[in-house]
């Protein structure tokens, strides 16, 4: 069964810091993997979508990686700023079931 | 182009009451999703529908019910409600190249 873990749960920068968020995934059949922003009391929004024979997505001050190999991916965060705090929730089409499979989330703050 | 959009955003019913909720997308996309958001759970599948007049169970599909009768519509019906159904629902729907969208949320409380 497909499991997805998100390390740190929580985490704080400074502002202007950059930061790796990191996401991975038990089985490597997937057909793609979703990042996703939550605000708090809000839906989730779509950052970036990384199919399965892709290596990275870039959008703004935003790059994400797959290694579907090793299980894992990363958001990479340039240049922090306090309007990126949210919580960022990674995500996997599961290969065998097709479903979207989520991990519990990175609780980012980013302190001015 | 309004994206998902959810309707109601807030809700609070009683423990036996009934209610629908409505998702639609003005994407034109077929696929669409209704999701529970609960602390420490993260999200869980409830239903899904892969094109109009179709529906499938999902991960928790218990105390629910779907339809799907208009392509850009997807409802969430709950018959008796139960204490244990306060969550954050969310309706998504998905793209061709398998990228999902998701509306804002309706916070519903059982009492």
């Known amino acids: 069964k497909q499991e997805v873990t998100q390390i740190p749960a929580a985490l704080s920068v400074p502002e202007g810091e950059n930061l790796v968020l990191n996401c991975s995934f038990t089985?490597?059949?997937?057909?793609?993997l979703q990042w996703f922003r939550q605000d708090p009391g809000k839906g989730l929004t779509s950052l970036l979508l990384?199919?399965?024979?892709?290596r990275e997505q870039t959008s703004g001050r935003l790059n994400a990686s797959l290694d579907k190999s090793s299980g894992r991916s990363t958001l990479y965060i340039a240049a922090s700023q306090p309007g990126d705090s949210a919580t960022y929730l990674c995500?996997?089409?599961?290969?065998?079931?097709?479903?979207?499979?989520f991990g519990t989330g990175t609780l980012l703050a980013v302190q001015p | 182009n309004a994206g998902v959009t959810q309707t109601p955003k807030f809700r609070v019913l009683k423990t036996g009451q009934s209610m629908t909720l409505l998702c639609a997308q003005d994407?034109?996309?077929?696929?669409m999703y209704w999701y529970r958001q609960d602390p420490g759970m993260g999200l869980r599948l409830i239903h899904y529908s892969v094109g109009e007049g179709t529906t499938a169970k999902g991960e928790v599909p218990d105390g629910y019910n779907v339809s799907r009768l208009k392509k850009q519509n997807f409802l969430l019906g709950l018959e008796s409600a139960a204490p244990s159904q306060t969550s954050v629902y969310f309706c998504a729907s998905m793209n061709p190249y398998l990228e999902q969208y998701f509306g804002p949320g309706t916070r519903l409380t059982v009492t």
């Open positions: 994407m034109n996309h077929e696929y």
């Open positions: 995500a996997v089409r599961d290969g065998a079931t097709n479903k979207l499979i």
């Open positions: 990384i199919q399965s024979s892709q």
């Open positions: 089985d490597s059949a997937i057909y793609n």
